[in-house]
């Protein structure tokens, strides 16, 4: 990522990013982030995530699945994870690009198979797959958008992390 | 998952587990499930995802990333999706072995190198690796602890999600 100028373009902070940029060229070890989350459950199917200082994001089940229906469940925080995080890049990488983004929406879904959540069989709970359909309005030309497509998705932190088998560790206290 | 009793047990619904379990036995297809997630861009780093009918949860990135530090990153957001996902797990499952649960805790993290993020170098721009330290608080003995563990790793769809590689389609309409 080239960046020079303090241009707004798509109202990103360029400037900002290529501070990061410049720090992390200097000294590579500032490229290395953690992130943190801090998960309370509230009886039921219910719980919160607690991220800095933010308002607790709210979690809960379907009712059909045993919930009570009053906040968007793990696995559509997943899909809207990835989805913000497509966004971001599309916006970062056309900003770069000099291409102004007049918006970007972004479909995203993915099956489930409930059979090993509910203890019914054994094997894969997750997403057997997901999809995402990005829709970009710009007057830039359908090349250039879809170079930018191909930077966004070589480039994804979500996306990659859902690509890969990332080790997941789990323990007791 | 044995389900026979319409007990409030840690506040979970069993008597609806239980129908969609009896559901899927008499007709598995209807363990397939999908689910979607809508997301639009706001300009700079900030998105809103939109699931259902529920208010839309917001996305920014930090300041030191360029965004606005009005909400969770999609990172974040990931980290959360996940511990929200266990908390499920462990009231399910623990309400399934009449064991009762006075909390639950989880608190995740995760490091991410931002260097192919930030369009420094190619590879994996994902999470290396995600760690969750459980705290359950129960008057049940340990080893019953250690198995309600066991049960919610081997079942856990985001868990699983994270844990494989997941084909991720993302088209440019």
Chains 1, 2 share one sequence.
Not at 3 to 9: F, N, V
Not at 12 to 40: C, F, R, S
Not at 83 to 104: E, P, S
Not at 121 to 133: R, V
Request: proline content about 5%.
């Amino acid at each position: 990522m080239s960046i020079d100028a303090t241009t707004q373009l798509n109202d990103v902070d360029l400037a900002a990013v290529g501070g990061l940029v410049e720090a992390i060229q200097a000294d590579p070890a500032k490229a290395h982030t953690t992130w943190a989350a801090h998960v309370n459950w509230k009886g039921g199917f219910a719980s919160e995530a607690k991220i800095r200082s933010f308002e607790p994001t709210q979690s809960d089940e379907p009712a059909g699945l045993g919930g009570g229906d009053t906040a968007p469940n793990p696995v559509e925080q997943l899909l809207g994870a990835l989805g913000n995080c497509l966004a971001v890049g599309y916006a970062a990488n056309a900003t770069v690009a000099g291409l102004k983004l007049d918006d970007v929406r972004i479909d995203l879904k993915g099956d489930v198979d409930l059979t090993v959540f509910l203890g019914l069989g054994e094997g894969h709970a997750g997403f057997d797959a997901i999809d995402a359909q990005v829709t970009l309005v710009s007057d830039a030309p359908r090349e250039e958008l879809e170079a930018l497509h191909a930077k966004v998705l070589a480039s994804s932190p979500v996306g990659h992390t859902l690509q890969s088998a990332v080790p997941v560790n789990i323990s007791l206290a």
